[in-house]
């Protein structure tokens, strides 16, 4: 009997935290806030999807189609908390925050993202 093996959904958190990484450094050259917002906003969307995908494909299997389905809904509640709480801690904790930066490490993760989950699947 074969079962699917577990997708490599962890390579797409270290790449998109590699990836995050580069650019924040490149960005300190320019100006220290900015890097520091790019980087926040890249971790804001990167470790809510890295928990995300550490519960969810926890499990796999046809037999254990309930847990995985269980175990979907608790990861997605914890990525929402977990999103909702690191946007909240940023803006509370850092007095400088660029905001254009911060959302755009935020919103140019989901694209990286899903490019990297398709040539991974593919």
């Known amino acids: 009997m074969t079962t699917i093996p577990k997708p490599p959904v962890h390579r797409v958190s270290l790449i998109q935290l590699i990836t995050l990484i580069v650019v924040s450094s490149v960005v300190f050259w ?3 806030i900015v890097a520091r917002s790019v980087f926040l906003g890249g971790l804001t969307q990167l470790l809510p999807q890295a928990w995300f995908a550490h519960v969810a494909f926890k499990h796999v299997g046809a037999s254990q189609a309930h847990v995985i389905v269980q175990a979907m809904y608790r990861g997605e509640t914890g990525k929402v908390v977990l999103t909702a709480s ?3 801690a940023t803006f509370v904790l850092f007095k400088e925050v660029n905001i254009i930066g911060f ?5 140019g993760m989901i694209p990286l993202q899903l490019f990297l989950v398709a040539r991974i699947v593919k």
């Open 30 to 32: 320019f100006d220290q």
């Open 103 to 107: 959302m755009a490490a935020f919103v």
């Open 86 to 88: 690191a946007f909240i």
